[in-house]
């Protein structure tokens, strides 16, 4: 069994910052790409920024420059640094995670999501 958790979120203003972390824990056996997708209100979820083992990164147009995302593999953990913050991205932030598990079945992985709300 495998599980994903995210923390981090919460309440900050217009320009502000907050940084997410993700930690996947359980029967892993190797993690490939891990990412961060957020849900607003009333939207689809979309994909927010993801990074592979290689360090290839991906990053949707309206948060280049803005957040950053990062891992430590010794950690099993993902982070989305987060500056600059504006109201258009509040949201339920999630955490996906492409794994291997022992039993040697490749999943993706999801967390329960956490809440980012930017005040104007």
């Known amino acids: 069994q495998v599980q994903l958790v995210e923390s981090g979120g919460g309440l900050v203003q217009a320009g502000g910052s907050l940084r997410l972390s993700c930690v996947a824990s359980?029967?892993?056996?190797?993690?490939?790409?891990m990412g961060w997708y957020r849900q607003a209100p009333g939207q689809q979820r979309e994909l927010v920024a993801r990074l592979s083992t290689s360090g290839s990164t991906a990053y949707v147009d309206s948060v280049k420059g803005r957040f950053t995302i990062s891992r430590d593999n010794a950690k099993n953990t993902v982070y989305l640094q987060m500056s600059s913050l504006k109201p258009e991205d509040t949201a339920v932030y999630y955490c996906a995670a492409d794994i291997w598990t022992t039993s040697w079945k490749r999943n993706a992985y999801w967390g329960q999501g956490t809440q980012v709300t930017v005040s104007s």
């Open positions: 359980g029967s892993i056996f190797s993690i490939d790409t």
